[in-house]
T-cell receptor
Framework: ETGVTQSPTHLIKTRGQQVTLRCSSQ?????VSWYQQALGQGPQFIFQ???????GRGNFPPRFSGLQFPNYSSELNVNALELDDSALYLC???????????FGQGTRLTVV | DQQVKQNSPSLSVQEGRISILNCDYT??????FLWYKKYPAEGPTFLIS?????DKNEDGRFTVFLNKSAKHLSLHIVPSQPGDSAVYFC??????????FGSGTQLTVLP
């Protein structure tokens, strides 16, 4: 059974640029969520996708957007990057039959 | 406002003793509670969960207790081992599956 995988693992971008982060869900999981973890804090919910539709969103501006594909993989896109967007971005997948979400190793984004 | 709080940023315990990690929440809509363990440079690893209709769930050395009236839960690790040293996050789930995390507790188990 393949776990949740994210790419890339590290990324450096310049303020104002755009970035796309990718996530492959665990086999059999049809729901994917994205979280932002700033240093010293717990992960913060960005949004969730189920059957290619966004079905929940946290307190993040519209420049954070996402996609889920028919194979349940997902992308997180961030436009007009700001210095405060520097964080660890975590993807989590789960089956609708279970509450437990399983996380990838994260993508460390640094905005300079 | 912080809906899930872990008030102890760190905890040190001697190997073999009990570790107790605490978590408080404010939102009555949470229907499931989970504990995750995180090592540096890795994603959170699921440990154990409890439904809001239960007051205890046990899995090996890990037990989670839920006091719904006090809006408080705790994770007990017995006996603690050096490999348990990590950051532990409490998370609360809404029926949609959206998780709200606490800020974490760094557990250090001393040999």
């Amino acid at each position: 059974e393949t776990g949740v995988t994210q790419s890339p693992t590290h990324l450096i971008k310049t303020r104002g640029q755009q970035v796309t982060l990718r996530c492959s869900s665990q086999s059999g999981h049809n729901t994917v969520s994205w979280y932002q973890q700033a240093l010293g804090q717990g992960p913060q919910f960005i949004f969730q996708y189920y059957r290619e539709e966004e079905n929940g969103r946290g307190n993040f501006p519209p420049r954070f957007s996402g996609l889920q594909f028919p194979n349940y993989s997902s992308e997180l896109n961030v436009n007009a990057l700001e210095l405060d967007d520097s964080a660890l971005y975590l993807c989590a997948s789960r089956s609708t039959l279970n509450t437990e979400a399983f996380f990838g190793q994260g993508t460390r984004l640094t905005v300079v | 406002d912080q809906q899930v709080k872990q008030n102890s940023p760190s905890l040190s315990v001697q190997e073999g003793r009990i570790s107790i990690l605490n978590c408080d929440y404010t939102n009555s809509m949470f229907d499931y509670f989970l504990w995750y363990k995180k090592y540096p440079a890795e994603g959170p690893t699921f440990l154990i969960s409890i439904s809001s209709i239960k007051d205890k769930n046990e899995d090996g050395r890990f037990t989670v207790f839920l006091n719904k009236s006090a809006k408080h839960l705790s994770l007990h690790i017995v006996p603690s081992q050096p490999g348990d040293s990590a950051v532990y996050f409490c998370a609360a789930s809404l029926p949609s599956g959206q998780l709200t995390f606490g800020s974490g507790t760094q557990l250090t188990v001393l040999p």
